[in-house]
Each structure stands twice: as structure tokens, then as C-alpha cells.
T-cell receptor, first 117, second 109 residues
Framework: GAVVSQHPSRVICKSGTSVKIECRSL??????MFWYRQFPKQSLMLMAT?????????EQGVEKDKFLINHASLTLSTLTVTSAHPEDSSFYIC?????????????FGEGSRLTVL | GQNIDQPTEMTATEGAIVQINCTYQ??????LFWYQQHAGEAPTFLSY??LDGLEEKGRFSSFLSRSKGYSYLLLKELQMKDSASYLC??????????WGAGTKLIIKP
């Protein structure tokens, strides 16, 4: 099946620094990628929908200036958490849809656990 | 508003069968997914139903009734490794994926 690779899997940073997370579709072209955040024992929360070559669509309550999303190519989307604070510590997951499939299935990256000290 | 309901937690015995229900109320419907998520890991795809009926895949089966806004995931011959959260998600009319809160399944020996 289609593979989505997410990097880094774990990152620890100091408060006030910025962290970039990459999401790559390895064997298919993903015109749309999704970024989720998941707090412990809670379900996935959609943060934004990333469209190749255009601005991301952010969900209500998600600060677009804090969570910068870039989808410069059909296989790569990045999420940058700017000026991270301890409350940004969470599990961030990307997913992509293979437009060539008719199942609409989402393929998930492995997730990135961010810890802000 | 859009809403997906599933039980918070269920417990079952190894070797048994368990059914996890999901009811949804969404603006339009373009398919329902079941995902499995182990703690600290990303979700993995289990099934996708867009038409009414039962779809079987090995030990896992998924059922959909669009008229009732209802689905279930059936797990047979439970194994300890099936202990995980099971997430129900629905594509609405805009193909936005609406997620349930997940059902934590605990398997006991």
C-alpha cells in the first residue's frame, strides 16, 4: 500500500524555538495532506488541510501564524511550530490521500511526538 | 452539528468476539472508515464502507447502514494484540473527515 513517511518521530526543544516536521508520500502523489494533533487519550484533531501549491486551510481555533504549513510539492508537506511553548507538546500526525485510489483511504505518517521544555 | 458517537471503552476476553458500534450524524455522507490505533502510534486503516452491508476482512468485519446512520466493527477470535483504540470516521458531503473519539478496547486473557 501507499507509504507516508513523517520525520522526526520524536523531538524535544526549548520553549521559544521553532520545530519543523516533514511529511512525505513515498510512492504516490498527494495533492492534499492533512495535519492532526492528538493529546493523550483523545482522538485526532484536524489542524489544517494542506493543498499543493496553495495556502493551507486551517480549522477554527488553530493559529495559522503559529503552525506554518507548506506544501511545495506533490510529495512533501511541512508543519513548522513557531515559538513553541510547553502547551504545544503533543503528538502530531500527517496523512495523505492517494488520488489514484477510489477508496478515499487516508494513509498516515508515523507521527511526531513533540516535547517542549 | 456533526457528531460521531462510539463507546469510550470496552473489555473482551481473548478468543471471543466483540462488536464496536458507531453512530453518526453528519452533513452528507461519503463513506465511513474504521482505524486501529495503538498507544503512541499513528492510526492504521482497517476498513472503508460506502454502501450498506457487511464487508469481511479476515478476523475483522465492518457493517454499514446509511439509513440508520450506523456502523459496527466486528472483531473475531480476539488476540491480545487487538488491544487498542478503534476510531470511527465519516467523510461528510465536502469530503471532510469527521472523527469519533475512539473506543479503547481492552483484551483480557
Amino acid at each position: 500500500g501507499a507509504v507516508v513517511s513523517q520525520h522526526p518521530s520524536r523531538v524535544i526543544c526549548k520553549s521559544g524555538t521553532s520545530v519543523k516536521i516533514e511529511c512525505r508520500s513515498l510512492d504516490f502523489q498527494a495533492t492534499t495532506m492533512f495535519w492532526y494533533r492528538q493529546f493523550p487519550k483523545q482522538s485526532l484533531m484536524l489542524m489544517a488541510t494542506s493543498n499543493e501549491g496553495s495556502k493551507a486551510t486551517y480549522e477554527q481555533g488553530v493559529e495559522k501564524d503559529k503552525f506554518l504549513i507548506n506544501h511545495a510539492s506533490l510529495t512533501l508537506s511541512t508543519l513548522t511550530v513557531t515559538s513553541a511553548h510547553p502547551e504545544d507538546s503533543s503528538f502530531y500526525i500527517c496523512s495523505a490521500r492517494d488520488g489514484g485510489l477510489d477508496t478515499g483511504e487516508l494513509f498516515f505518517g508515523e507521527g511526531s511526538r513533540l516535547t517542549v521544555l | 452539528g456533526q457528531n460521531i458517537d462510539q463507546p469510550t471503552e470496552m473489555t473482551a476476553t481473548e478468543g471471543a468476539i466483540v462488536q464496536i458500534n458507531c453512530t453518526y450524524q453528519t452533513s452528507g455522507f461519503n463513506g465511513l472508515f474504521w482505524y486501529q490505533q495503538h498507544a503512541g502510534e499513528a492510526p492504521t486503516f482497517l476498513s472503508y464502507n460506502v454502501l450498506d452491508g457487511l464487508e469481511e476482512k479476515g478476523r475483522f468485519s465492518s457493517f454499514l447502514s446509511r439509513s440508520k446512520g450506523y456502523s459496527y466493527l466486528l472483531l473475531k477470535e480476539l488476540q491480545m494484540k487487538d488491544s487498542a483504540s478503534y476510531l470511527c470516521a465519516v467523510f461528510d458531503s465536502n469530503y471532510q473527515l469527521i472523527w469519533g473519539a475512539g473506543t479503547k478496547l481492552i483484551i483480557k486473557p
